[in-house]
C-alpha cells in the first residue's frame, strides 16, 4: 500500500498574517541590515527559520491552562503543576524553574565552573560554551567522528564518542566537575543520541565519581529518534523512553522554549541535596524565588501542558518528517546537507554547496544571504562566522559551514515546506554569482548577533 502523506496532526484555529515583501525592497532590507539576518525586522521576514525556540506555536490548551496561572509569589499551585510536569517524564529530585535554558547553565556553571575546570560534553551549545567560558573553564567536545562528518548515515550522530571520554576522565579527572550530553546534539546538526550511549556516559561519569548532567533541550525529537533508530526501543512508549534517559543522570539543564511547546522558560533539575541547595540561592539572587525562578505562574501552566502534548508520537511522527521531507526536496535539487537530517532543523553544508566562496569569506553567511534575498527566508549561520574567532581574535575556518533551517514547531505547513524547497531551487540556479563577505565590524564575543558585514 502507498505510504500516505503524514499531515499536520492539527488545525488552526488561530492565524497570525505573514506581511508579503518583494525581491527589490528585501535587497533594500538586508543592506540596511548590514547583512546580519539577527539585524532584520522579523515583520520583514515570510518564513523565519531561524530558530525553533520560543517559536512554538501553544495548544488551546495551553492558552485555556494560561489562565489558571496563579501569581501568588510563594507556594503556587502553577508551580506543583509544573513540578509534577518535569518530574513524570524526568524523575529528578529538585527542579528549580528559570527564565530559560541559559539562566539554568549560568546557575550551574557558578557553582560548577571556575579556572582550571574542564567539562566535556558532545558538543556544548553556544550558550552552555559561554556559561563555562565565563568562569574561566574549558568546555571540551567530544563527539564521535561521524558527529562532523556530512555525509555519514550513522544513526546516531550525536554520540559522544565514549573511548576518549574514557580517556578525557583518566586524564583530566580531578578538574572535572561534571559531564555534559546535548540531546539532540544542537550544533551538530541536530543529531539524537542513543539510549545505549546515554548509559555509557552515564557509567563512565560514574566509574570517576563525576556528576552527569543532560542539556535535555530536544529530549522528546531525541526520544522518538531512539524509538524508530535503536535495536529494542520500537514498541516502547516515548514517555518511558525519557524516563530512561533521564534516569541515567543526575541533572539536566533544560529550555522550555524547545521541548515544552513554551514561548519563554525553563529548569535546572538537580539529585544532589546540597548543590541544589546552593542553587536555590543562586535562583534567589538571580531569577526569582524558588516557586517562580524567573518566570509568571502562566508561563509554569504552559510549560506543565506543553510537556504533556510534546511527547505525543503523532506529533512526534509528523515533526521529524517535516525535517526530513526539506532534506529530501534539498537533495533532489543536489544541496548538500547534514544526513540523517537532524530533529528540529535541517543543516545545509554551505560549504559544499559554494565550494568557490572560501571559508574566512563565509559562505554559510553568503547563503543565508541569498535565501532572504530571493525568499524572504530567515536562516542562521553555523559555522565560521559563529566558530571561527578564537579568544586571542585571530580567525581560523570553523570545522563545517553550515546553514540551519530551524522549523518552529506547529507554525508552518507543508506549503511553506514547498516553497522553501523552490525558494533553494532558485539559489542554487544562481549560485555561481554569489559572492562572500568581508566583516566590516564586530564585537569581542559572540559576533554573528551583532557583526556588520559587507559583500565582496
Ligand atoms: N542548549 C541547547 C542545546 C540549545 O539549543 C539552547 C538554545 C540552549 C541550551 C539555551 O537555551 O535559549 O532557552 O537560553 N538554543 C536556541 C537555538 C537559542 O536557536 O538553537 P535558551
Redesign the pocket.
Known amino acids: 500500500m502507498k505510504r500516505r502523506v503524514i499531515i499536520e496532526p492539527f488545525r488552526i484555529k488561530a492565524v497570525e498574517p505573514i506581511r508579503m515583501t518583494t525581491r527589490e525592497e528585501r535587497v533594500g532590507l538586508i543592506g540596511a541590515a548590514d547583512y546580519n539576518l539577527f539585524a532584520l525586522k522579523s515583520d520583514d521576514v515570510l518564513i523565519d527559520l531561524l530558530?525553533?525556540?520560543g517559536t512554538s506555536a501553544m495548544s488551546a490548551a495551553q492558552q485555556a491552562a494560561l489562565l489558571s496561572g496563579d501569581e501568588s509569589y510563594a507556594g503556587s499551585p502553577s508551580f506543583f503543576r509544573f513540578e509534577a510536569a518535569v518530574k513524570h517524564l524526568m524523575p529528578f529530585k529538585h527542579v528549580l524553574p528559570t527564565h530559560?535554558?541559559?539562566?539554568a547553565?549560568a546557575i550551574l556553571f557558578s557553582l560548577l565552573g571556575g579556572a582550571g575546570r574542564m567539562v566535556p560534553s558532545n558538543t556544548h551549545?553556544d550558550?552552555?560554551r559561554g556559561n563555562i567560558e565565563a568562569t574561566g573553564a574549558e568546555a571540551h567536545d567530544l563527539v564521535i567522528a561521524e558527529g562532523t562528518d556530512p555525509q555519514s548515515l550513522h544513526p546516531f550522530k550525536g554520540n559522544m564518542d565514549l573511548e576518549r571520554l574514557e580517556r578525557f576522565l583518566e586524564t583530566h579527572g580531578a578538574r572535572v566537575p561534571c559531564v555534559m550530553l546535548?540531546v539532540t546534539n544542537?550544533a551538530g546538526g541536530g543529531q539524537p543520541v542513543s539510549l545505549a550511549n546515554i548509559r555509557g556516559v552515564s557509567e563512565l561519569a560514574r566509574r570517576f565519581g563525576r556528576p552527569f548532567i543532560i542539556?535535555g533541550?530536544r529530549f522528546a525529537e531525541n526520544a522518538f529518534f531512539i524509538k524508530e533508530r535503536e535495536a529494542g526501543q520500537g514498541d516502547r512508549a516515548v514517555s518511558n523512553i525519557v524516563r530512561d534517559m533521564f534516569s541515567c543522570a543526575d541533572g539536566m539543564?533544560m529550555?522550555a522554549?524547545?521541548d515544552a511547546f513554551a514561548n519563554i522558560g525553563?529548569w535546572l533539575a538537580l539529585n544532589d541535596d546540597e548543590l541544589a541547595q546552593a542553587a536555590r540561592s543562586r535562583l534567589i539572587l538571580t531569577e526569582g524565588f524558588p516557586t517562580y525562578g524567573g518566570l509568571a505562574g502562566r508561563d509554569l501552566e504552559a510549560i506543565a501542558q506543553g510537556l504533556k502534548e510534546i511527547v505525543d508520537e503523532d506529533y512526534l511522527r509528523y515533526r521529524l518528517r517535516t525535517s526530513e521531507y526539506i532534506g529530501e526536496g534539498l537533495l533532489s535539487l543536489g544541496v548538500p546537507i547534514i544526513r540523517p537530517t537532524g530533529g528540529h532543523a535541517v543543516f545545509v553544508d554551505a560549504r559544499g554547496l559554494l565550494p568557490h566562496i572560501p571559508p574566512l569569506q563565509y559562505p554559510g553567511q553568503a547563503l543565508a544571504v541569498a535565501l532572504y534575498v530571493e525568499g524572504g527566508i530567515r536562516s542562521c549561520e553555523i559555522g565560521t562566522v559563529m566558530f571561527g574567532r578564537r579568544p586571542d581574535g585571530t580567525e581560523s575556518p570553523a570545522p563545517m559551514d553550515l546553514v540551519r533551517l530551524?522549523i518552529p514547531r506547529r507554525v508552518y505547513t507543508q506549503s511553506h515546506a514547498d516553497y522553501l524547497i523552490e525558494v533553494f531551487a532558485d539559489v542554487v540556479a544562481g549560485k555561481q554569482a554569489l559572492r562572500g563577505f568581508v566583516i566590516d565590524w564586530q564585537p569581542s564575543a559572540m559576533r554573528h548577533f551583532t557583526a556588520k558585514f559587507r559583500p565582496l
Open positions: 530558530t525553533d525556540s530559560q535554558g541559559r539562566a547553565e551549545f550558550t552552555t546535548t544542537n542539556d533541550c539543564t529550555s522554549k524547545k525553563g530551524a
